[in-house]
Protein backbone atom coordinates (compact mmCIF):
# COMPACT_ATOMS: atom_id res chain seq x y z
CA UNK A 1 0.00 0.00 0.00
CA UNK A 2 1.74 3.71 -1.14
CA UNK A 3 1.51 6.09 1.50
CA UNK A 4 -0.17 8.52 -0.72
CA UNK A 5 -3.80 6.56 -0.11
CA UNK A 6 -3.33 7.61 3.77
CA UNK A 7 -4.60 11.07 4.64
CA UNK A 8 -1.74 13.03 6.02
CA UNK A 9 -1.31 14.01 9.31
CA UNK A 10 -0.27 17.05 11.39
CA UNK A 11 2.95 16.25 10.99
CA UNK A 12 3.21 17.12 7.27
CA UNK A 13 4.59 20.35 6.73
CA UNK A 14 1.77 21.13 4.09
CA UNK A 15 -0.94 20.11 6.72
CA UNK A 16 0.04 21.28 10.02
CA UNK A 17 -2.60 23.71 10.29
CA UNK A 18 -5.31 21.49 8.69
CA UNK A 19 -8.80 20.09 10.18
CA UNK A 20 -7.43 16.70 10.41
CA UNK A 21 -11.19 15.42 11.23
CA UNK A 22 -12.08 17.06 8.00
CA UNK A 23 -9.23 15.78 5.87
CA UNK A 24 -9.61 12.23 7.01
CA UNK A 25 -13.49 12.53 5.49
CA UNK A 26 -12.27 14.39 2.24
CA UNK A 27 -9.46 11.86 1.44
CA UNK A 28 -8.47 10.96 -0.76
CA UNK A 29 -8.14 14.78 -2.69
CA UNK A 30 -7.68 14.14 -6.29
CA UNK A 31 -5.39 16.81 -8.33
CA UNK A 32 -6.87 18.58 -10.86
CA UNK A 33 -4.46 19.47 -13.31
CA UNK A 34 -4.36 22.98 -15.53
CA UNK A 35 -1.62 23.08 -18.16
CA UNK A 36 -1.16 26.48 -20.51
CA UNK A 37 0.35 25.75 -23.78
CA UNK A 38 3.15 27.98 -24.53
CA UNK A 39 2.27 31.48 -25.09
CA UNK A 40 -1.87 30.81 -23.81
CA UNK A 41 -3.14 32.48 -20.93
CA UNK A 42 -5.99 31.47 -19.17
CA UNK A 43 -8.32 32.90 -15.94
CA UNK A 44 -10.03 30.80 -13.54
CA UNK A 45 -11.98 31.98 -10.40
CA UNK A 46 -12.05 29.35 -8.12
CA UNK A 47 -14.84 30.45 -5.43
CA UNK A 48 -14.84 27.98 -2.37
CA UNK A 49 -18.28 28.79 -0.55
CA UNK A 50 -20.38 25.50 -0.29
CA UNK A 51 -20.45 22.51 1.75
CA UNK A 52 -19.34 22.25 5.60
CA UNK A 53 -15.89 20.76 4.15
CA UNK A 54 -14.12 21.12 1.22
CA UNK A 55 -10.70 20.74 -0.05
CA UNK A 56 -9.24 20.80 -3.62
CA UNK A 57 -5.39 20.30 -5.12
CA UNK A 58 -4.79 22.15 -8.29
CA UNK A 59 -1.66 21.79 -9.91
CA UNK A 60 -1.00 24.30 -13.03
CA UNK A 61 1.74 24.06 -15.58
CA UNK A 62 2.55 26.76 -17.41
CA UNK A 63 4.76 26.57 -20.93
CA UNK A 64 7.32 28.79 -21.55
CA UNK A 65 5.86 32.58 -21.79
CA UNK A 66 2.42 31.39 -21.01
CA UNK A 67 0.38 33.15 -18.29
CA UNK A 68 -2.24 32.02 -16.03
CA UNK A 69 -4.51 34.58 -13.60
CA UNK A 70 -5.56 32.92 -10.35
CA UNK A 71 -8.34 34.39 -8.10
CA UNK A 72 -9.78 32.17 -5.45
CA UNK A 73 -12.70 33.58 -2.78
CA UNK A 74 -12.10 30.65 0.40
CA UNK A 75 -14.61 31.31 2.21
CA UNK A 76 -17.25 28.50 3.34
CA UNK A 77 -17.94 25.77 5.72
CA UNK A 78 -15.86 24.91 8.63
CA UNK A 79 -13.02 23.70 6.74
CA UNK A 80 -11.98 24.63 3.45
CA UNK A 81 -8.50 24.02 1.79
CA UNK A 82 -7.12 25.37 -1.52
CA UNK A 83 -3.64 24.08 -2.29
CA UNK A 84 -2.12 24.90 -5.81
CA UNK A 85 1.18 23.98 -7.31
CA UNK A 86 2.47 25.60 -10.38
CA UNK A 87 5.62 24.77 -12.22
CA UNK A 88 6.74 28.20 -14.43
CA UNK A 89 8.58 27.77 -17.79
CA UNK A 90 10.56 30.18 -19.57
CA UNK A 91 9.57 33.89 -19.21
CA UNK A 92 5.49 32.22 -17.91
CA UNK A 93 3.91 34.52 -15.51
CA UNK A 94 1.31 33.46 -12.22
CA UNK A 95 -0.43 35.77 -10.65
CA UNK A 96 -2.78 34.75 -7.89
CA UNK A 97 -4.76 36.42 -5.69
CA UNK A 98 -6.67 34.97 -3.05
CA UNK A 99 -9.07 36.38 -0.40
CA UNK A 100 -10.20 34.04 2.60
CA UNK A 101 -13.43 34.70 5.08
CA UNK A 102 -13.27 32.53 7.99
CA UNK A 103 -16.41 32.56 10.17
CA UNK A 104 -16.50 31.51 13.70
CA UNK A 105 -14.28 28.53 14.05
CA UNK A 106 -13.55 27.70 10.97
CA UNK A 107 -10.10 26.74 9.36
CA UNK A 108 -9.40 27.68 6.01
CA UNK A 109 -5.85 27.60 4.09
CA UNK A 110 -3.94 28.66 1.23
CA UNK A 111 -1.65 26.48 0.66
CA UNK A 112 1.05 27.05 -2.90
CA UNK A 113 3.74 25.78 -4.45
CA UNK A 114 5.28 28.04 -7.10
CA UNK A 115 8.13 26.74 -9.17
CA UNK A 116 10.30 28.62 -11.10
CA UNK A 117 12.14 25.96 -13.85
CA UNK A 118 13.71 28.02 -16.30
CA UNK A 119 14.80 31.89 -16.18
CA UNK A 120 12.68 35.04 -16.06
CA UNK A 121 9.31 33.90 -14.35
CA UNK A 122 7.23 36.14 -12.77
CA UNK A 123 4.77 34.69 -9.81
CA UNK A 124 2.93 36.98 -7.88
CA UNK A 125 0.67 36.08 -4.98
CA UNK A 126 -1.60 38.05 -2.86
CA UNK A 127 -3.33 36.54 -0.20
CA UNK A 128 -5.91 38.50 2.50
CA UNK A 129 -7.14 36.40 5.45
CA UNK A 130 -10.22 37.06 7.44
CA UNK A 131 -10.70 35.31 10.94
CA UNK A 132 -13.53 35.83 13.05
CA UNK A 133 -14.05 34.27 16.24
CA UNK A 134 -12.42 31.00 17.06
CA UNK A 135 -11.14 30.84 13.47
CA UNK A 136 -7.67 29.68 11.80
CA UNK A 137 -6.93 31.08 8.35
CA UNK A 138 -3.48 29.67 7.12
CA UNK A 139 -1.01 30.31 4.26
CA UNK A 140 1.45 28.19 3.61
CA UNK A 141 3.33 29.34 0.44
CA UNK A 142 6.49 28.19 -1.20
CA UNK A 143 8.64 29.34 -3.93
CA UNK A 144 11.24 27.37 -5.25
CA UNK A 145 14.06 28.53 -7.79
CA UNK A 146 15.07 25.54 -9.36
CA UNK A 147 19.05 25.97 -11.02
CA UNK A 148 19.22 28.23 -14.09
CA UNK A 149 16.17 29.78 -13.42
CA UNK A 150 17.91 33.04 -13.32
CA UNK A 151 16.04 36.19 -13.52
CA UNK A 152 13.47 34.82 -11.60
CA UNK A 153 10.94 37.50 -10.58
CA UNK A 154 8.51 36.03 -7.14
CA UNK A 155 6.21 38.04 -4.96
CA UNK A 156 4.50 36.87 -2.00
CA UNK A 157 1.82 39.31 -0.25
CA UNK A 158 0.13 38.04 3.10
CA UNK A 159 -1.74 40.29 5.32
CA UNK A 160 -4.34 38.72 7.90
CA UNK A 161 -7.22 40.54 9.46
CA UNK A 162 -7.99 39.13 13.24
CA UNK A 163 -11.79 40.39 14.30
CA UNK A 164 -11.58 38.72 17.83
CA UNK A 165 -8.70 38.40 20.27
CA UNK A 166 -9.61 34.28 19.70
CA UNK A 167 -8.71 34.58 15.94
CA UNK A 168 -5.93 32.99 14.64
CA UNK A 169 -3.71 33.00 11.76
CA UNK A 170 -0.59 31.59 10.35
CA UNK A 171 1.64 33.20 7.55
CA UNK A 172 4.42 31.04 6.34
CA UNK A 173 6.06 32.25 3.12
CA UNK A 174 9.37 30.22 2.01
CA UNK A 175 12.04 30.28 -0.49
CA UNK A 176 14.28 27.80 -1.82
CA UNK A 177 16.51 29.44 -4.47
CA UNK A 178 19.06 27.65 -6.65
CA UNK A 179 19.75 30.15 -9.27
CA UNK A 180 21.65 33.32 -9.99
CA UNK A 181 19.83 37.06 -10.08
CA UNK A 182 16.92 36.56 -8.67
CA UNK A 183 14.55 38.63 -7.21
CA UNK A 184 11.69 37.23 -4.31
CA UNK A 185 10.08 39.54 -1.81
CA UNK A 186 7.61 38.97 0.61
CA UNK A 187 5.88 40.90 3.33
CA UNK A 188 3.45 39.33 5.45
CA UNK A 189 1.49 41.54 8.49
CA UNK A 190 -1.32 40.07 10.48
CA UNK A 191 -3.38 42.89 12.15
CA UNK A 192 -6.73 44.32 13.59
CA UNK A 193 -9.33 46.93 11.84
CA UNK A 194 -7.82 50.37 12.42
CA UNK A 195 -10.03 51.46 15.77
CA UNK A 196 -9.35 55.42 14.76
CA UNK A 197 -10.93 54.86 11.19
CA UNK A 198 -13.74 51.97 13.15
CA UNK A 199 -14.48 55.64 14.66
CA UNK A 200 -14.36 57.59 12.15
CA UNK A 201 -16.82 55.71 10.32
CA UNK A 202 -19.17 55.74 13.34
CA UNK A 203 -18.91 59.49 14.35
CA UNK A 204 -20.15 59.82 10.27
CA UNK A 205 -22.94 57.42 11.18
CA UNK A 206 -22.07 53.74 10.38
CA UNK A 207 -23.31 50.82 12.76
CA UNK A 208 -20.21 48.69 13.71
CA UNK A 209 -21.01 45.81 11.52
CA UNK A 210 -21.25 48.41 8.93
CA UNK A 211 -18.11 49.87 9.41
CA UNK A 212 -16.14 46.68 10.14
CA UNK A 213 -18.11 45.36 6.76
CA UNK A 214 -16.74 48.23 4.42
CA UNK A 215 -13.35 47.97 5.78
CA UNK A 216 -13.08 44.66 5.42
CA UNK A 217 -14.20 44.87 2.18
CA UNK A 218 -11.55 46.99 0.86
CA UNK A 219 -8.86 44.86 2.38
CA UNK A 220 -9.98 41.46 0.85
CA UNK A 221 -10.93 43.62 -2.45
CA UNK A 222 -6.94 43.90 -3.45
CA UNK A 223 -6.83 40.14 -4.17
CA UNK A 224 -9.14 40.69 -7.09
CA UNK A 225 -7.88 43.63 -8.63
CA UNK A 226 -7.90 43.46 -12.18
CA UNK A 227 -9.47 40.10 -12.57
CA UNK A 228 -11.83 39.20 -15.46
CA UNK A 229 -14.51 39.01 -12.99
CA UNK A 230 -13.63 41.31 -10.35
CA UNK A 231 -17.10 42.48 -9.72
CA UNK A 232 -18.61 39.24 -9.32
CA UNK A 233 -15.80 37.97 -6.96
CA UNK A 234 -16.13 41.45 -4.95
CA UNK A 235 -19.85 40.70 -4.44
CA UNK A 236 -19.38 37.14 -3.48
CA UNK A 237 -16.92 38.39 -0.92
CA UNK A 238 -19.06 40.87 0.47
CA UNK A 239 -21.57 38.38 1.01
CA UNK A 240 -19.17 36.28 2.72
CA UNK A 241 -17.75 39.12 5.27
CA UNK A 242 -21.62 40.18 6.09
CA UNK A 243 -21.64 36.32 7.04
CA UNK A 244 -19.26 36.57 9.28
CA UNK A 245 -20.43 40.05 10.67
CA UNK B 1 -29.90 72.10 22.22
CA UNK B 2 -26.48 70.84 23.94
CA UNK B 3 -26.34 71.56 27.73
CA UNK B 4 -22.95 70.00 29.58
CA UNK B 5 -23.00 69.90 33.25
CA UNK B 6 -19.72 69.31 35.53
CA UNK B 7 -18.01 66.66 32.91
CA UNK B 8 -15.24 64.65 33.93
CA UNK B 9 -13.58 62.53 31.59
CA UNK B 10 -10.16 60.42 31.86
CA UNK B 11 -8.03 58.86 29.02
CA UNK B 12 -6.33 55.92 29.87
CA UNK B 13 -6.88 56.82 33.16
CA UNK B 14 -5.93 60.44 33.07
CA UNK B 15 -8.25 62.83 33.72
CA UNK B 16 -8.36 65.38 31.47
CA UNK B 17 -12.25 67.27 31.73
CA UNK B 18 -12.43 68.48 34.79
CA UNK B 19 -15.63 69.82 35.25
CA UNK B 20 -16.76 71.37 32.06
CA UNK B 21 -20.15 73.72 32.19
CA UNK B 22 -21.29 74.43 28.52
CA UNK B 23 -24.89 75.16 27.19
CA UNK B 24 -25.11 75.62 23.33
CA UNK B 25 -28.63 76.56 22.26
CA UNK B 26 -29.91 76.27 18.68
CA UNK B 27 -28.86 79.12 16.49
CA UNK B 28 -25.89 79.93 18.21
CA UNK B 29 -22.06 79.56 17.69
CA UNK B 30 -19.68 79.66 20.12
CA UNK B 31 -15.89 79.09 20.02
CA UNK B 32 -14.14 77.36 22.32
CA UNK B 33 -10.29 78.06 22.41
CA UNK B 34 -7.61 77.24 24.82
CA UNK B 35 -3.74 76.54 25.38
CA UNK B 36 -2.21 73.04 23.71
CA UNK B 37 -3.56 70.00 25.72
CA UNK B 38 -5.96 72.08 27.78
CA UNK B 39 -8.53 69.43 26.71
CA UNK B 40 -10.49 70.89 23.90
CA UNK B 41 -9.79 67.77 21.07
CA UNK B 42 -10.85 65.55 24.17
CA UNK B 43 -14.29 67.42 24.73
CA UNK B 44 -14.91 66.67 21.32
CA UNK B 45 -14.45 62.98 21.26
CA UNK B 46 -15.57 62.58 24.87
CA UNK B 47 -19.18 64.14 23.04
CA UNK B 48 -18.46 62.05 20.14
CA UNK B 49 -18.25 58.85 21.89
CA UNK B 50 -14.58 57.64 20.65
CA UNK B 51 -13.45 54.57 22.32
CA UNK B 52 -10.80 55.22 25.54
CA UNK B 53 -12.13 58.81 26.53
CA UNK B 54 -14.12 57.81 29.69
CA UNK B 55 -16.80 59.68 31.16
CA UNK B 56 -16.09 60.05 34.81
CA UNK B 57 -18.91 62.15 36.13
CA UNK B 58 -21.27 64.81 34.54
CA UNK B 59 -23.91 64.98 32.01
CA UNK B 60 -24.64 65.57 28.57
CA UNK B 61 -28.17 66.26 26.85
CA UNK B 62 -28.29 66.47 23.54
CA UNK B 63 -32.23 67.96 22.39
CA UNK B 64 -33.53 66.73 25.47
CA UNK B 65 -31.62 62.96 25.46
CA UNK B 66 -28.70 61.76 27.31
CA UNK B 67 -25.96 61.94 25.11
CA UNK B 68 -23.35 59.46 26.80
CA UNK B 69 -26.42 56.75 26.87
CA UNK B 70 -26.28 56.72 22.96
CA UNK B 71 -23.70 54.82 20.61
CA UNK B 72 -20.96 56.75 18.70
CA UNK B 73 -23.06 56.34 15.46
CA UNK B 74 -26.45 56.86 17.22
CA UNK B 75 -25.16 60.32 18.60
CA UNK B 76 -24.32 61.31 14.59
CA UNK B 77 -28.07 59.91 13.73
CA UNK B 78 -29.18 62.33 16.40
CA UNK B 79 -27.19 64.93 14.37
CA UNK B 80 -24.03 65.36 16.17
CA UNK B 81 -20.83 65.61 13.37
CA UNK B 82 -17.81 65.84 14.63
CA UNK B 83 -14.89 67.69 12.37
CA UNK B 84 -11.52 65.93 12.97
CA UNK B 85 -8.52 67.97 14.12
CA UNK B 86 -7.10 65.31 12.06
CA UNK B 87 -9.47 63.34 9.83
CA UNK B 88 -8.48 60.05 9.27
CA UNK B 89 -7.43 57.99 6.38
CA UNK B 90 -9.14 55.02 4.96
CA UNK B 91 -7.23 53.33 1.98
CA UNK B 92 -9.53 51.39 -0.10
CA UNK B 93 -12.91 53.03 0.90
CA UNK B 94 -13.87 55.75 -1.57
CA UNK B 95 -15.36 58.61 -0.11
CA UNK B 96 -18.41 58.31 -2.09
CA UNK B 97 -19.64 54.71 -1.34
CA UNK B 98 -18.87 55.92 2.63
CA UNK B 99 -20.70 58.70 2.64
CA UNK B 100 -23.47 57.17 0.68
CA UNK B 101 -23.44 54.57 3.16
CA UNK B 102 -23.15 56.94 6.71
CA UNK B 103 -26.32 59.17 5.12
CA UNK B 104 -28.53 56.03 4.43
CA UNK B 105 -27.46 54.72 7.63
CA UNK B 106 -28.26 57.90 9.52
CA UNK B 107 -31.32 58.62 7.38
CA UNK B 108 -32.70 54.67 8.27
CA UNK B 109 -32.22 55.25 12.16
CA UNK B 110 -34.32 58.56 12.04
CA UNK B 111 -36.91 56.65 9.63
CA UNK B 112 -36.74 58.67 6.84
CA UNK B 113 -36.69 56.82 3.39
CA UNK B 114 -32.74 55.85 1.71
CA UNK B 115 -31.52 58.59 -0.72
CA UNK B 116 -30.76 56.70 -4.89
CA UNK B 117 -27.75 56.53 -6.08
CA UNK B 118 -29.08 59.18 -8.44
CA UNK B 119 -30.40 61.71 -5.60
CA UNK B 120 -26.98 61.26 -3.56
CA UNK B 121 -24.76 61.83 -6.34
CA UNK B 122 -26.52 64.90 -6.92
CA UNK B 123 -26.47 66.01 -3.19
CA UNK B 124 -22.56 65.41 -3.21
CA UNK B 125 -21.89 67.08 -6.40
CA UNK B 126 -24.01 70.12 -4.73
CA UNK B 127 -22.03 70.05 -1.52
CA UNK B 128 -18.92 69.62 -3.70
CA UNK B 129 -19.54 72.68 -5.35
CA UNK B 130 -20.29 74.39 -2.38
CA UNK B 131 -16.85 73.79 -1.37
CA UNK B 132 -15.18 74.00 -4.32
CA UNK B 133 -13.38 70.55 -4.35
CA UNK B 134 -13.69 68.65 -7.52
CA UNK B 135 -15.97 66.02 -7.51
CA UNK B 136 -13.32 63.41 -8.66
CA UNK B 137 -11.82 63.44 -4.85
CA UNK B 138 -14.81 62.18 -3.59
CA UNK B 139 -13.61 59.05 -5.69
CA UNK B 140 -10.71 58.21 -3.89
CA UNK B 141 -10.07 56.75 -0.57
CA UNK B 142 -11.44 58.00 2.22
CA UNK B 143 -8.52 60.84 3.32
CA UNK B 144 -5.42 58.95 0.97
CA UNK B 145 -3.29 61.07 -0.27
CA UNK B 146 -5.13 64.58 0.59
CA UNK B 147 -2.75 67.11 1.66
CA UNK B 148 -3.94 68.57 5.46
CA UNK B 149 -5.89 71.29 3.97
CA UNK B 150 -7.82 68.81 1.28
CA UNK B 151 -8.47 66.83 4.14
CA UNK B 152 -10.51 69.56 5.98
CA UNK B 153 -12.27 70.66 3.04
CA UNK B 154 -13.52 67.31 2.36
CA UNK B 155 -14.47 67.09 5.87
CA UNK B 156 -16.71 69.99 5.38
CA UNK B 157 -18.51 68.71 2.44
CA UNK B 158 -19.29 65.45 4.22
CA UNK B 159 -20.75 67.65 6.74
CA UNK B 160 -22.55 68.91 4.43
CA UNK B 161 -23.78 66.18 2.95
CA UNK B 162 -24.73 64.71 6.24
CA UNK B 163 -26.44 68.20 7.22
CA UNK B 164 -26.06 67.81 11.21
CA UNK B 165 -27.76 69.86 14.19
CA UNK B 166 -24.49 70.42 15.74
CA UNK B 167 -21.32 70.53 14.18
CA UNK B 168 -18.25 70.33 16.78
CA UNK B 169 -15.31 71.52 14.39
CA UNK B 170 -11.90 70.89 15.72
CA UNK B 171 -9.31 73.00 14.34
CA UNK B 172 -10.81 72.67 10.64
CA UNK B 173 -8.76 75.99 10.06
CA UNK B 174 -5.36 74.23 10.76
CA UNK B 175 -4.07 73.70 6.88
CA UNK B 176 -6.14 75.85 5.26
CA UNK B 177 -4.44 78.20 3.08
CA UNK B 178 -6.10 82.16 2.75
CA UNK B 179 -8.45 80.83 0.32
CA UNK B 180 -9.26 77.65 1.89
CA UNK B 181 -10.04 79.35 4.51
CA UNK B 182 -12.38 81.55 3.28
CA UNK B 183 -14.11 79.19 1.39
CA UNK B 184 -14.42 76.64 4.44
CA UNK B 185 -15.65 79.80 6.17
CA UNK B 186 -18.25 80.64 3.86
CA UNK B 187 -18.95 76.86 3.59
CA UNK B 188 -19.76 76.18 7.65
CA UNK B 189 -22.00 79.96 7.39
CA UNK B 190 -24.01 78.06 4.40
CA UNK B 191 -24.28 74.48 5.99
CA UNK B 192 -24.74 75.38 9.63
CA UNK B 193 -26.27 78.99 9.93
CA UNK B 194 -29.89 78.19 10.51
CA UNK B 195 -32.32 78.81 13.28
CA UNK B 196 -32.40 74.80 14.53
CA UNK B 197 -28.71 74.37 14.37
CA UNK B 198 -25.56 74.59 16.25
CA UNK B 199 -21.70 74.96 15.88
CA UNK B 200 -19.10 74.63 18.32
CA UNK B 201 -15.81 75.68 16.61
CA UNK B 202 -12.48 74.54 17.79
CA UNK B 203 -9.41 76.75 17.25
CA UNK B 204 -6.96 78.56 18.43
CA UNK B 205 -6.64 82.26 16.23
CA UNK B 206 -9.33 84.69 14.96
CA UNK B 207 -8.80 84.30 11.12
CA UNK B 208 -11.80 81.77 11.12
CA UNK B 209 -13.84 83.71 13.48
CA UNK B 210 -13.47 86.78 10.74
CA UNK B 211 -15.62 84.83 8.65
CA UNK B 212 -18.04 82.31 11.02
CA UNK B 213 -18.78 85.07 13.70
CA UNK B 214 -19.34 83.88 16.99
CA UNK B 215 -21.95 84.74 19.50
CA UNK B 216 -20.01 83.32 22.47
CA UNK B 217 -16.43 81.84 23.03
CA UNK B 218 -14.76 80.04 25.71
CA UNK B 219 -11.23 79.62 26.87
CA UNK B 220 -10.61 76.10 27.85
CA UNK B 221 -7.32 75.58 30.04
CA UNK B 222 -7.18 72.45 32.68
CA UNK B 223 -10.27 71.08 31.35
CA UNK B 224 -12.48 73.28 32.24
CA UNK B 225 -13.89 76.68 30.85
CA UNK B 226 -12.29 79.17 32.82
CA UNK B 227 -14.06 82.06 30.76
CA UNK B 228 -16.54 83.46 28.49
CA UNK B 229 -17.63 86.27 26.67
CA UNK B 230 -18.79 87.67 22.97
CA UNK B 231 -16.95 88.36 20.16
CA UNK B 232 -14.30 90.51 21.49
CA UNK B 233 -12.73 88.05 23.58
CA UNK B 234 -10.74 86.14 20.82
CA UNK B 235 -9.74 89.35 19.93
CA UNK B 236 -8.70 90.10 23.25
CA UNK B 237 -7.16 86.92 23.52
CA UNK B 238 -5.19 87.63 20.39
CA UNK B 239 -3.26 90.81 21.81
CA UNK B 240 -2.71 88.82 25.30
CA UNK B 241 -2.18 85.22 24.97
CA UNK B 242 -4.03 83.16 27.97
CA UNK B 243 -1.74 84.05 30.91
CA UNK B 244 -4.13 86.54 32.63
CA UNK B 245 -7.25 84.32 31.50
CA UNK B 246 -5.79 80.66 32.00
CA UNK B 247 -4.46 81.57 35.70
N1 LIG C 1 -4.06 58.47 25.07
C1 LIG C 1 -3.68 59.43 25.93
N2 LIG C 1 -2.97 59.10 27.03
C2 LIG C 1 -2.58 60.05 27.90
N3 LIG C 1 -2.84 61.35 27.76
C3 LIG C 1 -3.54 61.74 26.68
C4 LIG C 1 -4.00 60.80 25.71
N4 LIG C 1 -4.68 61.46 24.75
C5 LIG C 1 -4.64 62.76 25.11
N5 LIG C 1 -3.95 62.93 26.27
C6 LIG C 1 -3.66 64.20 26.93
O1 LIG C 1 -4.85 64.90 27.12
C7 LIG C 1 -4.57 66.30 27.16
C8 LIG C 1 -5.61 67.02 26.33
O2 LIG C 1 -5.43 66.69 24.95
P1 LIG C 1 -6.31 67.37 23.82
O3 LIG C 1 -5.96 66.70 22.55
O4 LIG C 1 -7.73 67.35 24.23
O5 LIG C 1 -5.76 68.86 23.84
P2 LIG C 1 -6.18 70.09 22.94
O6 LIG C 1 -6.75 71.13 23.85
O7 LIG C 1 -7.02 69.67 21.81
O8 LIG C 1 -4.76 70.59 22.43
P3 LIG C 1 -4.29 71.18 20.99
O9 LIG C 1 -4.59 72.63 21.02
O10 LIG C 1 -2.82 70.94 20.97
O11 LIG C 1 -5.01 70.44 19.91
C9 LIG C 1 -3.14 66.45 26.66
O12 LIG C 1 -2.33 66.75 27.76
C10 LIG C 1 -2.81 65.12 26.08
O13 LIG C 1 -1.44 64.82 26.22
MG1 LIG D 1 -6.75 69.48 19.82
Redesign the pocket.
Known amino acids: MSTQTLAPTSKAEDWRYADQAAVAQLWPVAAEQIAVASGDSRALSIIAREGEHHAREIAIDLADYATMDLRILNAGGAYGRVAVSVRLGRGASFTLGAAQVAGAGATLEIVTTVTHTAPDAISRQLIRSVAGAGATVSYLGRVAVEQGADGTDGEQSVRAMLLDRSAQANARPELEIYADDVKCAHGCAVGELDANALFYLAQRGLPPAAAKALMLQAFVAEAFDGAQDEDQLRALAQAALEAVL | MLTIENLHAS ?4 P ?2 KGLNLTINAGEIHAIM ?12 VLGGRP ?2 DVTEGTATFDGQDLFALEPHERAAAGLFLGF ?1 YPVEIPGVSNLQFLREALNSQRKARGEEPLSGGEFLKLAREKSALLKMDMEMLKRPVNVGFSGGEKKRAEMVQMGILNPKLAIL ?2 TDSGLDIDALRICGEGINAIMRAPDKAVLL ?1 T ?1 YQRLLDYVKPDFVHV ?1 AG ?1 RIVKSGGPELALELEEGGYEGVAA
Open positions: VADKILGPNGAGKSTTGYGYQDEIHLG
